[in-house]
């Protein structure tokens, strides 16, 4: 999929997501849209193997979302690549919805537990270990909060995949720079992150988490790099609740939610700009 | 060095050894602990083996993701560790996981109880039953001798699902050597008496028998060694007689061990035999002296226990 195309979906996954979170206000808005262009780097951008019918096949990628209460926005790429129904998206929270505030292993596509933090990293080393194994070229994706790094449990994890040089692994830090209380500089400072990484043996990359193109790029070189190279980190600028005002400069806005008419006047000013835009370029 | 064999680690390593010859599927995972007999495993596995370091949280997670990639996991550390120190590892990546995706994850727990007397509070691990026991689809194993807990490595294999295998880290006498474990009863009468029935696990087992042989004729011997889902039926049908069950475990009593599966199973069968339940009160031990010395400080010496089921 070409930019402007990625651009479009990643408008459509950013309008879906505040749908969702209208139907079900006790998702993570904030923390979910810091991730919307990099997951759809992953899926629209040519990185990713995968197959909507069998997602278990032994051919895809593997993608661990480990901040999982943050990746709503994986909801409507679920659906529009036939993972899950579309239907789905017109209820989250109900009953009838298998989609939650947090995302759970019923939901086709997520291969793991992720309500719970600091787990990927270590559960990505063992999918590495065992793809490694069994003679498998697929390569496995970690995406992972900045705030998320506070925990013990991922930098166990990072030890040892750079220590074993794993280099079909793959961290993505969605490096939105707020954990739910404060900016994480004000709590663990662990800037520079790079730095962190390739202390314990990694090679780090910096991108603009919100340049789908970027992303892309740099997650198919990982793919085609030759063997015998080192775990990479991909560290992802970001803002947490990318495009929506009241959130980008609110620290708490972790765990704040919008009101129902704020949404709507949110998509309503969206198709605002996106038509003038439409018209600016018929000019 | 000859392998002791009958230490438990020791002969189920050994099966695992000889398992892993024929399936290219199983993984071993140490948390930076031992074994005489690990030393030829990892020689002949290099590609199947993996110490993680001191860093137990790590263990569970990578084994998750190599049984997510198909893989039949040993998970391998010390009791208190292995089991605690990655609980919430241990409950959203194996007992709730599971739930939804299948996968084999065996951890090995070496030094139940005070197994490592000498060494203190920290070492010992008296919480390990009843904090796995809660954890919905964990399979809680408990052996009580070498062959048992060898005979155990071919079960684990064939069944999917996480298990927590809680070894006892010294040698002991052998119960199994001429007799198949029923994994699927989850125990075994061992003794028949007239009077009292001990329910015992572990190293208690060993100590329940020689109660036995004090009380001669009056004592039964139950062997518990599946603790979350043995065949209550046929539990129930060998207690119906007994007027008496007593539970004896190296472990806090009161609080979801082996004592309160068989009050439950009690309950549940309707059956009439009073219960008494011996372990280890709620406290952590700091006194030196050993094994011997801490089982008479709460009573679960051979001695002690003699003298208590005979008197009630």
Known sequence: ?283 | MAIPTNIMREAMILRLRELMIEDDRIFFVSADFGAQSLDGLREDFPGRFLNVGIAEQNCINICTGLALEGFKVFAYGIAPFISMRPYEQIRINLSLLSQTRPMNVNIISVGAGVSYDVSGPTHHCLEDISVMRTLPHMRVFSPCDAACAAQFVDYALATSGPKYIRLDGKALPGVYAERTADFAKGFAELRHGSDVCIIATGVMTHTALEVAERLPGKVGVIDAFLLDNLDEAALAECLRGYARVATLEEAFIGCGGLDSLVSCVLERQNLPARQQRFGFQRGYNFDNGGRLHLHRSVGIDTDSLARSLANT
């Open chain 1, 1 to 283: 999929m070409d930019i402007t195309a990625m651009k479009e979906k990643s408008r459509w996954v950013w309008r879906e997501t505040l749908k969702i979170h209208k139907f079900c206000p006790e998702s993570r808005i904030a923390s979910s849209l810091s991730c919307v262009e990099i997951l759809v780097a992953l899926y629209y951008g040519g990185v990713l193997n995968f197959d909507a019918k069998q997602p278990f096949s032994e051919d895809r990628d593997r993608l661990i979302i480990s901040k999982g209460h943050g990746s709503i926005s994986y909801y409507p790429i679920l659906a529009d690549l036939g993972f899950i129904a579309k239907k789905e998206l017109d209820a989250p929270g109900s009953l009838d919805s298998k989609l939650k505030a947090i995302p759970d292993t019923l939901i086709e596509g997520y291969e793991t537990i992720n309500g719970s933090l600091g787990h990927g990293i270590g559960v990505g080393i063992g999918m590495a270990l065992g793809l490694k194994a069994k003679g498998s070229e697929r390569k496995v994706f970690v995406l992972v909060g900045d705030g998320e790094l506070n925990e013990g449990s991922m930098w166990e994890a990072i030890m040892l995949a750079g220590h074993h040089k794993l280099d079909n692994l793959c961290v993505i830090v969605d490096k939105n720079n707020l954990c739910m209380l404060d900016y994480c500089r004000n709590i663990v400072d662990l800037e520079p992150i790079e730095a962190k990484f390739q202390a314990f043996g990694w090679d780090s990359v910096t991108v603009d988490g919100h340049d789908e193109q970027a992303v892309a790029e740099t997650l198919t070189a990982f793919k085609t790099r030759k063997a015998g190279s080192r775990s990479l980190v991909v560290v992802a600028h970001t803002v947490k609740g990318r495009g929506v005002k009241s959130l980008e400069v609110d620290s708490l806005c972790h765990i704040k939610s919008l009101k129902p008419d704020a949404i709507d006047e949110l998509l309503k000013a969206d198709e605002l700009s996106h038509a003038q835009t439409r018209l600016g370029e018929g000019a």
